[in-house]
């Protein structure tokens, strides 16, 4: 029987008030791609940062081509051949994407940086990943799925045995991960050991071998992908079964909530819409169609040039995120860490620092009130956190979604715009918050919810609006919708319907 190229035994990690890990066991073969699989707050992160170097274990073993290892840091994995491409960018914005695929490990010509070299050198990375882009463009002109591209070039430029991949897909178009896949197929055939992870379950049966499930820290099992179906692994996931993925709830639509009228911006031309009382509003299109920048200019965060936006019958004129909040619109970003969330303050005041209004008086915030408040949502959504005052930025990113998506509830908004609400959020909690969206609709409110997921768009909403080229290409009620309407009217070109 083959034996691993690494091996994890019993890795326990603890921090102040949690243990992450306990006892978690891991198998990577040459060749192989190995799924990581469980809900957010699993421990999948916390153990690929101790393979990584970034964090040390408290207990445990690791043995590297039979060898026990202990990795000192993340210079020394990468020195054994270990990379990892992570889920948060990790670029230098003013340098250019060669510069940023080689910094610290520049190719040099006597004393000074071989800079032909350098960009010839990423240029064949970028034609292997199938990028057209020069090599010697700024990082800063690359959309957030190009970027995300330029990390996994990063990760192969260091030639490593084992890569590491955290939801590389998570802001790539199909045919972005079409080309990773590719590249995927190639790693193994080079006998690379690849550690997958993703909530996406159609990514895990296409390319993946076999599947590591931890749940709360602890190790569940190993599978082999042919033994499995998407029943199976979620059950191992969450250890449940889960009877619906997509609860739809009937709710008897009301008057109209939020009307736009022939909106226009650099970003988005001659749009009208319509959301109502009790009603879910799907926007759908391909990476770039304007679907973030819709929301983002009914919210406020942009600006219009033109066009009116009505809330409850009444005009408003948001010209600031501050506006969007007073006209009870609350706006739940796609980019949690960078629009979302302030990671250096605590699950508490990011959850409250929206809603200060509600939980104040002469000036002074309510600390019972605010407490109880914070309570009930993270009782409410199951929140994973040691308490109220742990740090954002420590908490899983599921669980980081969780919090922003209660933090846009606790302002008691009329219109509830969710971009890509369930990203990098798993099966489980992705059920919760579906719960907590129809519990927002059941209460007579809009939501309008953008997705690149077409089976999250086609369970969860009552009608659906594709864009494309920041145009309405298109409108479904749900009973008509199918994917390939909506992928058909995502694709066009002509002038907005």
């Known amino acids: ?98 510069e ?52 996994i070039a990063k990760a192969l430029s260091l030639d ?27 790693l193994k055939s080079e006998g690379k050991a690849i550690v997958y992870i993703s909530h996406r379950l159609k990514e895990i049966f296409e390319i993946c071998d076999s599947i590591t499930v931890l749940r709360d820290g602890r190790y569940v099992g190993r599978e082999n992908i042919e033994n499995l179906d998407e029943d199976k692994m979620i059950e191992m996931m969450v250890g449940r079964k889960l009877t619906e993925q997509f609860p739809r709830l009937k709710v008897d639509m009301g008057e109209t909530v ?19 009382s009790g009603e879910i509003l799907g926007i ?71 809603s200060l209004d509600k939980i104040s008086s002469l000036f002074r915030i309510n600390k019972n009130k605010e407490n109880e408040r914070v309570k009930s949502y993270i009782d409410r959504i199951n929140i994973k956190t040691p308490s109220q005052n742990q740090l954002i930025r420590n908490l899983s990113g599921g669980n980081q979604q969780k919090v922003a998506i209660a933090k846009a509830l606790m302002t008691h908004p009329d219109v509830l715009i969710l971009d890509e609400p369930t990203r990098g959020v798993d099966v489980g909690a992705k059920k919760e918050i579906y719960d907590l969206i129809n519990d927002f609709k059941s209460q007579g409110k809009a939501v309008i919810m953008i997705s690149s997921e077409m089976p999250e768009i086609l369970g969860l909403s009552d009608r659906i609006l594709v864009l494309s080229q920041g145009m309405i290409s298109g409108e479904f009620d749900i009973k008509d919708a199918t994917q390939e309407a909506i992928l058909k009217c995502a694709v066009e070109t002509k002038e907005a319907i």
């Open 258 to 276: 939020l009307k736009v009228e022939n909106l226009n911006n650099q970003y988005v031309k001659n749009v009208s819409l319509e959301v109502k």
């Open 1 to 98: 029987m083959k034996l691993p190229i690494l091996k994890m035994t019993n890795i326990v990690k603890e921090f102040p008030g949690v243990k992450a890990l306990d006892g978690v066991n891991l198998d990577l073969y040459e060749g192989s791609v190995m799924a990581l699989m469980g809900e957010n707050g699993a421990g999948k992160s916390t153990l690929m940062k101790i393979l990584s170097g970034v964090y040390k274990k408290d207990g445990g073993k690791i043995f590297y081509n039979g060898v026990e290892e202990d990795i000192k840091g993340p210079k020394d994995a990468t020195a054994k051949g270990i990379a990892i491409i992570h889920q948060e960018l990790n670029l230098l914005p003013d340098l250019s994407i060669g």
């Open 100 to 151: 940023n695929i080689f910094l610290g490990r520049e190719p040099k010509k006597g004393l000074r940086i071989d800079f032909n070299k350098l960009y010839k050198d990423s240029d064949q990375l970028l034609k292997k990943l199938n990028i057209s882009t020069s090599s010697k463009e700024l990082v800063q002109n690359l959309s957030i799925g190009e970027q995300q591209m330029i990390e």
């Open 160 to 186: 490593a045995k084992i890569i590491i991949m955290d939801e590389p897909t998570d802001a790539l178009t199909d045919k972005e991960s079409k080309s990773l896949f590719n590249v995927i197929n190639e």
């Open 284 to 354: 759908s299109g391909l990476m770039g169609a304007g679907r973030s920048e819709l929301a983002k200019t009914i919210y406020g965060h942009i600006r219009k040039t033109s066009g009116k936006v009505y809330v409850k019958g009444r005009e408003i004129d948001n010209q600031s995120s501050r506006d969007g909040l007073k006209n009870r619109i609350a706006y739940v970003s796609e980019d949690r860490k960078g629009d979302g969330l302030i990671l250096d303050l605590s699950v508490k005041e990011n959850m409250s620092i929206s």
